[in-house]
Nanobody, 129 residues
Framework: QVQLVESGGGSVQAGGSLRLSCTAS????????MGWFRQAQGKEREFVAA????????DYASSVKGRFIISRDNAKNTVYLQMNSLKPEDTSVYYC??????????????????????WGKGTLVTVSS
């Protein structure tokens, strides 16, 4: 029932920044935890960041902690991923995802292990040196 559309991907030099956006359809956006995942060429999908439905809790992969910031604006039905100090190894297709809310620790653990229920189609981020 939830449709997600990412935008904001592109090419940037190492050390630069990009902000990804994900706009969700439907009236139940605020009832969903949201996340960002990425998949590089030849690699499996990995968890990047997640945010609770209220925006009060966040979680990050260790590889991006301190560089990326996830946020959401429920009035705009949009979740963001601000990516700073980008590295070539950040090059990936980035996917927005959503899942029905549960206890936050369960949401995070499930997302890290299995992903989420609803997915966008992805946006490509390329970081060059």
């Amino acid at each position: 029932q939830v449709q997600l559309v990412e935008s904001g991907g592109g090419s940037v030099q190492a050390g630069g920044s990009l902000r990804l956006s994900c706009t969700a359809s439907g009236r139940t956006f605020t009832n969903y935890a949201m996340g960002w995942f990425r998949q590089a060429q030849g690699k499996e999908r990995e968890f990047v960041a997640a945010i609770s439905w209220s925006g009060g809790s966040t979680d990050y992969a260790s590889s991006v902690k301190g560089r990326f910031i996830i946020s959401r604006d429920n009035a705009k039905n949009t979740v963001y991923l601000q990516m700073n100090s980008l590295k070539p190894e950040d090059t990936s297709v980035y996917y927005c995802a959503a899942d029905q809310s549960a206890a936050w620790d369960v949401v995070v653990e499930t997302a890290r292990k299995y992903g989420m229920h609803y997915w966008g189609k992805g946006t490509l981020v390329t970081v060059s040196s």
